[in-house]
Protein backbone atom coordinates (compact mmCIF):
# COMPACT_ATOMS: atom_id res chain seq x y z
CA UNK A 1 0.00 0.00 0.00
CA UNK A 2 2.95 2.25 0.71
CA UNK A 3 4.51 1.62 -2.89
CA UNK A 4 1.10 3.06 -4.49
CA UNK A 5 1.32 5.98 -2.16
CA UNK A 6 4.94 7.21 -3.24
CA UNK A 7 3.90 6.32 -7.25
CA UNK A 8 0.83 7.96 -7.23
CA UNK A 9 2.21 10.77 -5.39
CA UNK A 10 5.44 10.54 -7.96
CA UNK A 11 2.73 10.84 -11.17
CA UNK A 12 0.56 13.78 -9.33
CA UNK A 13 4.21 15.61 -8.90
CA UNK A 14 5.09 15.15 -12.47
CA UNK A 15 1.43 15.72 -13.99
CA UNK A 16 2.24 19.18 -12.15
CA UNK A 17 5.71 19.74 -13.18
CA UNK A 18 4.44 19.05 -16.89
CA UNK A 19 1.52 21.88 -16.52
CA UNK A 20 4.57 24.29 -15.65
CA UNK A 21 7.22 23.51 -17.41
CA UNK A 22 5.39 22.83 -20.53
CA UNK A 23 6.41 21.35 -23.74
CA UNK A 24 10.08 22.42 -25.25
CA UNK A 25 9.58 21.28 -28.86
CA UNK A 26 9.40 23.59 -31.57
CA UNK A 27 7.56 21.22 -34.22
CA UNK A 28 3.94 22.30 -33.44
CA UNK A 29 1.67 25.10 -32.08
CA UNK A 30 1.44 24.50 -28.82
CA UNK A 31 -2.42 24.32 -28.31
CA UNK A 32 -2.45 22.58 -25.26
CA UNK A 33 -1.55 19.37 -26.71
CA UNK A 34 -4.79 18.13 -27.86
CA UNK A 35 -6.89 20.37 -25.71
CA UNK A 36 -9.88 22.10 -27.25
CA UNK A 37 -9.33 25.88 -27.50
CA UNK A 38 -13.43 25.91 -27.24
CA UNK A 39 -14.80 28.79 -25.51
CA UNK A 40 -11.54 30.25 -25.94
CA UNK A 41 -11.68 33.91 -26.97
CA UNK A 42 -9.91 34.57 -30.06
CA UNK A 43 -6.12 35.97 -30.37
CA UNK A 44 -7.25 39.41 -31.51
CA UNK A 45 -3.96 40.56 -32.88
CA UNK A 46 -1.45 39.87 -35.96
CA UNK A 47 1.64 40.44 -33.43
CA UNK A 48 3.06 38.52 -30.46
CA UNK A 49 1.59 40.37 -27.28
CA UNK A 50 5.17 40.65 -25.35
CA UNK A 51 7.82 40.94 -28.03
CA UNK A 52 5.23 43.44 -30.91
CA UNK A 53 7.07 40.99 -33.73
CA UNK A 54 4.68 39.92 -36.32
CA UNK A 55 4.58 36.24 -36.68
CA UNK A 56 6.02 36.38 -40.30
CA UNK A 57 9.16 34.35 -39.10
CA UNK A 58 7.63 31.08 -38.33
CA UNK A 59 4.69 29.01 -36.56
CA UNK A 60 3.41 31.29 -33.53
CA UNK A 61 3.44 29.40 -30.41
CA UNK A 62 -0.17 29.35 -29.16
CA UNK A 63 -1.86 28.72 -25.89
CA UNK A 64 -4.91 29.21 -24.14
CA UNK A 65 -4.37 31.42 -20.71
CA UNK A 66 -7.72 31.88 -18.32
CA UNK A 67 -10.18 31.67 -21.33
CA UNK A 68 -8.24 33.46 -23.92
CA UNK A 69 -5.96 32.53 -26.73
CA UNK A 70 -2.45 33.81 -26.28
CA UNK A 71 -0.12 33.96 -29.56
CA UNK A 72 3.43 34.58 -29.28
CA UNK A 73 6.40 34.58 -31.55
CA UNK A 74 8.64 31.97 -30.09
CA UNK A 75 9.46 30.03 -26.75
CA UNK A 76 11.95 33.00 -25.64
CA UNK A 77 8.03 34.79 -25.33
CA UNK A 78 6.59 32.28 -23.33
CA UNK A 79 8.94 32.45 -20.62
CA UNK A 80 8.05 36.16 -20.43
CA UNK A 81 4.63 35.70 -20.40
CA UNK A 82 4.99 33.16 -17.69
CA UNK A 83 6.70 35.41 -15.64
CA UNK A 84 4.27 38.13 -15.49
CA UNK A 85 1.11 37.06 -17.05
CA UNK A 86 -0.99 40.24 -16.00
CA UNK A 87 1.05 42.46 -17.86
CA UNK A 88 0.92 40.74 -20.80
CA UNK A 89 -3.27 40.38 -20.45
CA UNK A 90 -3.55 44.01 -19.42
CA UNK A 91 -1.93 44.84 -22.79
CA UNK A 92 -4.19 42.65 -24.35
CA UNK A 93 -6.99 44.34 -23.08
CA UNK A 94 -5.59 47.73 -23.72
CA UNK A 95 -4.93 47.09 -27.71
CA UNK A 96 -7.94 45.79 -28.37
Known amino acids: MKSLKV????VLVGA????FVG???DDHAHMNHGASMDGVKPYPLNKCIVSDDAFDHGKPV???YQGQEI???CNDCRKDFNQDPVKYL????NAK
Do not use: P
Open 90 to 93: TKLA
Open 16 to 19: AASA
Open 71 to 73: KLC
Open 23 to 25: CKS
Open 7 to 10: ILTA
Open 62 to 64: VFA
